[in-house]
């Protein structure tokens, strides 16, 4: 009688990293997070200047549809998820 045939090795299967859907994710999280920064000085002076809750809501509202940029905050979260992911300092977006 012969021996079977050896088994070939097997082979490990490839990690799975979902980099599209993390971009999209920082891309988010960078536009909210300049959108913010954007509107907040105008924020703070409505806290400095005190007022009802209705008042500061309504306030706060107004401010933000004044400085809100869409726009600028989607170039800036554009260019930092790309320099992040090109530098690969962005977790998620690393190579290795």
Same mark, same amino acid.
Request: hydrophobic share 45%; aromatic share 10%; with cysteine.
């Given at each position: 009688?012969?021996? =079977?045939? *050896?088994? =070939? *090795?097997?082979?490990?299967? !490839?990690?799975?990293? =979902? +980099?599209?859907? $993390?971009?999209?994710?920082?891309?988010? /999280?960078?536009?909210? &997070?300049?959108?913010?920064?954007?509107?907040?000085?105008?924020?703070? #002076?409505?806290?400095?200047? /005190?007022?009802?809750? #209705?008042? $500061?809501?309504? +306030? &706060?509202?107004?401010?933000?549809?004044?400085? &809100? +940029? !869409?726009?600028?905050?989607?170039?800036?979260?554009? @260019?930092?998820?790309?320099?992040?992911?090109?530098? #690969?300092? @962005? *977790? /998620?977006? +690393?190579?290795?």
């Amino acid at each position: 009688m012969s021996s =079977p045939a *050896p088994l =070939p *090795p097997r082979r490990r299967a !490839p990690v799975f990293r =979902p +980099r599209f859907t $993390i971009s999209i994710l920082y891309l988010v /999280g960078f536009a909210g &997070a300049f959108m913010l920064l954007m509107c907040l000085p105008g924020f703070m #002076e409505v806290l400095a200047a /005190g007022g009802d809750e #209705e008042t $500061i809501t309504r +306030r &706060a509202a107004e401010v933000a549809q004044e400085n &809100a +940029r !869409p726009y600028v905050a989607l170039a800036l979260s554009l @260019l930092a998820t790309g320099l992040g992911g090109y530098y #690969e300092v @962005l *977790p /998620g977006l +690393r190579e290795g």
